[in-house]
């Protein structure tokens, strides 16, 4: 048995079944982590929530900004619609509202203590250790598999407020959280979030902002935590951390990682849109 751990797929189904075919992959006795942007910008978004939600417990994805995103199209009615989104075969599906309702109900983050790893979409402030991460994912993904989803997906969208405090509460609370689990890249050594730069940590204009993973007060440094997110990153992997969206989207390429012996696999791809791009 063999745990395989993708980087983000946004809708690239074909490249995500010649990677599985590449890893022959069996799922009688395998299992799946995905880092999340399962969905958008992609040919084949549909396809992808198919093969995922038929793989059933075999896979674990947790959800990222692009997942977020196709559910608020679909509770308000395409009011964030962005003109690069590829999601309209979800909406025209005869069983799009089944894997809508599928998708929101799976977690911010994964951790299996067995394993020895946690999984995220983007990335974590420093304050918070790794109890306190599940316990803030909680939050979230109990609102959203709550009545009250169409409401929280309302007020989802902000940059604010930018530094955790104990006292947030309400959607404040919630977006904070949500926005380090499924949009950080960089921040401040205070843990003040910042959105503006999307590059290679090399190509950072500011001394003053760090990758999450770089601050030093870091909380949950001692648990290896797999992720996503950040194409223009690459495959990284140091400070405790599995960075693994190697821009499958943009014409790079689509690598999965096997948790148990750290054996990387990659598949080149053809590319749909640009690198950096959320």
Known sequence: MATYAIGDIQGCYDELQQLLEKLRFDPAADRLWLTGDLV???PRSLEVLRLVKGLGERAVTVLGNHDLHLLALWQHHHRHFKSNDTLSAIFAAADGEELLHWLR?????HHDPDLGFAMIHAGLPP???MAQALACAAEVESVLRSDRFH???????????ALWSESLSGWDRLRFIVNCFTRLRFCSPDGTLDFRHKGHP???????????FRLPQRRSRGTPIVFGHWSTLGLYQADNVHAIDTGCLWGGTLTALRLEDGALTSLPCE???VPGAE
């Open 40 to 42: 958008n910008r992609g």
């Open 105 to 109: 109900l799976q977690p911010l983050m």
């Open 127 to 129: 304050q918070w250790d």
């Open 151 to 161: 409401e929280f997906l309302g007020h989802m969208y902000g940059n604010k407020p």
């Open 202 to 212: 090399e190509e950072q204009p500011s001394a003053e902002h760090l990758p999450w």
């Open 271 to 273: 590319g749909y849109s």
